[in-house]
Each structure stands twice: as structure tokens, then as C-alpha cells.
């Protein structure tokens, strides 16, 4: 059994920046990501990383975004750089297991944090 949970997220004008951050308990995952799910919308992968360091990122997020972990930590980040109103959304830690091409999805993740809001504002 793995728990995650996120914090971090928060209110920000255009053009700044956040830090999030997710505690993972449990060691049943390869792979740990970020997701975000706007209201209406889908749930999309943001940013993924193994545990042996492989990075994958959305399109819309790549230059701005930045994910890393501490291992000793069992902490997750995404760094948020420049971000824009349609970053508004709830953002979500998961662990799971799978393959390169399935990081960013989300039924690769069998574990899902509580989520924490970010709201960027022009």
C-alpha cells in the first residue's frame, strides 16, 4: 500500500512560479507523476519520472515545468515556472508501475494522492 500526499499548491499571478510537493509512503511503484485535472476536462499527465531517473513531460509543460524526487525523502516536486492561466488546476501525486510509453498515463498508476489546487491568475 503507498500514500501520497501533496502540498504546495496556491494562488499565483501569471508568469510565477510554485513548488509542489508529494510525501509517498510505501515502496510498491517504479514510477512516481504529476497529473492535473481542470474543471470539465480530463485528467492529463503533466510530468513523470522513474525511480532510475527517466523524465517524460507534456508538451504544454516542457521549459516551464521541471519534476525531481528525493529519494531519501520519499518526496516528489514539480517545480512550476512561468505559468499561465491555463495551468489553472487540481494537481495530483500518483505511484505506480509501467512502462516508458505509459508515464503519463494514468492507468499506470494504481495510487493517487488527494490532490492540491493551483490557480493562476492574469
Known amino acids: 500500500q503507498v500514500q501520497l500526499e501533496e502540498s504546495g499548491g496556491g494562488s499565483v499571478q501569471a508568469g510565477g512560479s510554485l513548488k509542489l510537493s508529494c510525501v509517498a509512503s510505501?515502496?510498491?511503484?517504479?514510477?512516481m507523476a504529476w497529473f492535473r485535472q481542470a474543471p470539465g476536462k480530463e485528467r492529463e499527465g503533466v510530468a513523470a519520472?522513474?525511480?532510475?531517473?527517466?523524465?517524460r513531460y507534456a508538451d504544454s509543460v516542457k521549459g516551464r515545468f521541471t519534476i525531481s524526487g528525493d529519494n531519501a525523502q520519499n518526496t516528489l516536486y514539480l517545480q512550476m515556472n512561468a505559468l499561465n492561466p491555463e495551468d489553472t488546476a487540481m494537481y495530483y501525486c500518483?505511484?505506480?508501475?509501467?512502462?516508458?510509453?505509459?508515464?503519463?498515463?494514468?492507468?499506470?498508476?494504481?495510487?493517487w494522492g488527494q490532490g492540491t489546487q493551483v490557480t493562476v491568475f492574469s
Open positions: 510505501g515502496y510498491s511503484y517504479t514510477q
Open positions: 500518483a505511484a505506480g508501475r509501467g512502462s516508458y510509453w505509459m508515464l503519463l498515463r494514468t492507468n499506470a498508476y494504481a495510487y
Open positions: 519520472v522513474t525511480l532510475d531517473g527517466l523524465t
